[in-house]
């Protein structure tokens, strides 16, 4: 599978660009976001994200800029024990988490949504490894996924207190991130859906 998406945000100004695809072992996503935070500062931030066949996280980079302050980030899951590291130093706060959530992105929601394969009326937990956006502080998210329609989620973290629904093409790709992100993907070949 290769996809390539494109998303506007419609709570503050910015777009993002990016593409999935598949290698025998792993699902590759590759993305850049521009926009400006919601206290007016600009950024632009480059991510690649590396998870396993299953759609489990292994791999996370992120850099760029937040104004005039450069960013780089790398976060990795150790496939055997589970652990997780930030540029090379342990995080236990976030040892029993599957998925990485990028703050500043809809397309990490699509980890999980692939990876759990719910039917409809289905619902699961997930506990993810939150970047928080704009401080990049990393810690645990608690989230649920349930799935109401053959497009579309319910999802919630922080106890329900956040909750979103979110629309999906036939790959699981969010198309529309409740009233913050607006996007469409293009699938280009060996299309499998959900």
């Not at 342990?90 to 040892?95: D, F, H, K, L, V």
């Not at 998925?99 to 719910?118: E, H, K, Q, V, Y």
Request: proline residues 4%; contains cysteine; glycine residues 10%.
């Amino acid at each position: 599978m290769r996809a390539e998406i494109q998303w506007r945000r419609l709570d503050q100004p910015a777009v993002e660009r990016a593409t999935i695809f598949s290698t025998k072992r792993a699902q590759i996503l590759e993305g850049l976001v521009d926009g400006t935070t919601k206290d007016g500062r600009s950024y632009n931030l480059r991510y690649t994200l590396r998870c396993a066949g299953d759609w489990t996280t292994r791999y996370a980079m992120v850099d760029g800029s937040i104004e005039q302050s450069p960013i780089k980030i790398i976060v990795s899951r150790n496939p055997v024990t589970g652990a997780w590291m930030r540029d090379g130093v342990p995080q236990r706060q976030i040892a029993r988490c599957v998925d990485i959530d990028l703050g500043f992105s809809p397309i990490t929601n699509t980890l999980p949504i692939r990876r759990l394969g719910l039917g409809i009326g289905q619902g699961a937990a997930v506990r993810a490894a939150w970047l928080q956006f704009p401080d990049f502080e990393l810690e645990v998210l608690d989230q649920r996924y349930e799935r109401v329609g053959r497009w579309a989620y319910i999802y919630e973290s922080d106890g329900g207190r956040f909750r979103a629904d979110l629309e999906v093409d036939g790959m699981g790709i969010v198309t529309r991130y409740d009233r913050y992100w607006v996007g469409c993907a293009t699938i280009l070949g060996n299309r499998r859906s959900l």
